[in-house]
């Protein structure tokens, strides 16, 4: 009984809280690289020279009507490993309409130490995504930002030093020709009926015919089945090998070949038919995956017309080819 | 006791549920459960809505991978449930991305949500590729939030958090998590 009392106690807490916890806040961060201007508008900003320096832009503002909102913690979590506190002391009360503005700079010294930053947040790329936290009773508010690191002797300014005999300079590599990703053909749905216009593609775990299984390949999800069921780890790789192998096959047909995913397309196609465990599964669709994002500058063949694009309705008609209990 | 007051609040947790995605009622009937017998926990839904849509027509995405953990990092049972990509102006839904289990004990929790890499949008002056290759969205939970309704809905802010990237859009999530 006296945990019934208990119980009704924090239901009551709860109450209270969630009617006193009016609190609503909008935040903005973005990021600017100190001497390398604003960049390309539309693109995230991107770390050309070293050693560099980035600056976080912070700004708190209170967007409650009436009442003043507190935070209770306001962090940023991946950069807390450098060196950032709080960007603002907590708890934090601000007043009707009121706002704050902070900032934190970081210097990088190497490509290196920008490419360590990237992979810090979770996912393998070039890219740093962070986010600044701030929580409140009974609810968070979050923003992001983006900062993007160079590629050594691609598109960084960056020259061996003169005192490094074993430091080589890679040279640029030849651009590729024209490519599109997954996303591209997930939306094009005239430029995914164009690439099944030669026959349909046997990816091993489902045979491609139609536009609703092209689409469905793109637009199912990787972890569950179409009746819901979870797809093992090894069917969710199977099944992503299998979605970039498609993508790989349209870029060769519609915009033709390249020699260097021929070869990764014709290993990834033998993998996918046959029986082998999930060996090489990661591996292959990363490669495909950078095969396929290798030529996205380059424009379209003339005269191709990939049609606009259509998402609700790509999403409407896409249609799983994949067997439940198969990948 | 103690597993008939969890029983109570688990009824009135339901009671409290927000809209979209699949029935419960239907889910306990269906032949296959989402978690094994032996997973113990009281269980809370993950659910996303997108909110302050400055004119999308279209705005979708799909959820590759949910987690949840301790803030220890012991994983805790999750069941993916979104199956199809979400429309993010449905500005009345939220939709179930999944389940988890929380243990007796454990007063909170990191979620972390990974998008698949692309999604679509469409509004009056253009349409194309959502670019969702982004950090997974994180945030931690109190149990004792999470218990009051019986879910975290993440309200994604469609103004803030699709930024132009050339023809595509890139995800950069804005939002508030509330429970």
């Known amino acids: ?327 | 006791m103690k597993k008939l007051m969890l029983s109570v609040l688990g009824a009135v947790v339901l009671g409290f549920v927000g809209c979209g995605g699949e029935s419960r009622t239907r889910e306990a009937r269906g032949p296959r459960p989402d978690f094994p017998e032996e997973a113990q926990g009281q269980r809370f839904e993950l659910r996303l809505k997108g909110v302050n849509n400055p004119g999308y027509a279209s705005a979708l995405v799909q959820v590759r991978r949910i987690s949840v953990t301790t803030v220890e990092g012991e994983a805790l049972p999750v069941r993916l449930k979104s199956r199809q990509a979400m429309e993010l102006t449905q500005s009345e839904h939220s939709h179930l991305m999944g389940f988890f289990l929380v243990p007796e004990g454990v007063d909170r929790v990191k979620v972390e949500v990974e998008f698949d890499d692309f999604g679509g949008y469409e509004e009056a002056s253009g349409w194309g590729v959502i670019d969702t290759r982004v950090a997974p969205l994180r945030f931690e939970a109190p149990v004792t939030y999470l218990a009051e309704r019986g879910h975290a809905v993440v309200h994604l802010d469609l103004g803030q958090s699709l930024q132009a990237q050339g023809e595509s859009k890139l995800l950069l999530p804005s939002l508030d998590v509330r429970y």
């Open chain 1, 1 to 327: 009984m006296q945990r019934g009392w208990k119980a009704v106690a924090v239901a009551t807490v709860l109450g209270v809280a969630g009617a006193a916890g009016a609190h609503e806040f909008t935040c903005e961060k973005r990021v600017q690289v100190k001497g390398e201007g604003q960049g390309k508008p539309g693109e995230a900003p991107r770390v050309t020279k070293f050693p560099a320096t980035l600056r976080f832009h912070y700004k708190l503002k209170n967007v409650h009507p009436k009442g003043q909102s507190v935070a209770n913690l306001v962090e940023d979590p991946l950069l807390a490993h450098h060196g950032l506190g709080s960007p603002f002391p907590t708890p934090v009360a601000l007043g009707v309409g009121e706002s704050r503005n902070a900032t934190f700079e970081l210097k990088l010294d190497t490509p290196e130490a920008c490419l360590a930053l990237a992979a810090s947040d979770g996912r393998e790329d070039e890219s740093f995504d962070s986010a600044l936290r701030v929580k409140w009773d009974l609810g968070e508010t979050q923003c992001a930002a983006r900062v993007t690191c160079c590629e050594p002797f691609v598109d960084c300014e960056l020259t061996c030093p003169p005192d490094d005999p074993h430091c080589v300079e890679t040279p640029k590599p030849v651009a590729p020709g024209a490519s599109r990703h997954a996303g591209f053909f997930k939306v094009h749905e005239q430029a995914l009926q164009q690439c099944l216009a030669p026959g349909r593609i046997d990816l091993g775990v489902a045979r491609v015919e139609s536009l609703e299984q092209a689409l469905g390949l793109l637009w199912a999800s990787p972890g569950l089945d179409r009746n819901g069921g979870v797809r093992s780890e090894e069917d969710t790789r199977r099944f992503e090998l299998a979605r970039e192998a498609l993508v790989s096959t349209c870029n060769e047909r519609l915009f033709g070949t390249s020699a260097k995913r021929s070869r990764a397309l014709g290993e990834a196609l033998r993998t996918l038919r046959g029986s082998s465990g999930d060996e090489g599964l990661k591996r292959l669709a990363t490669e495909l995956r950078r095969h396929n994002e290798a030529g996205l500058r380059e424009p379209l063949p003339g005269g191709f017309d990939a049609g606009r694009a259509t998402p609700a309705h790509a999403a409407s008609i896409a249609a799983d080819p994949t067997e439940p209990g198969r990948p």
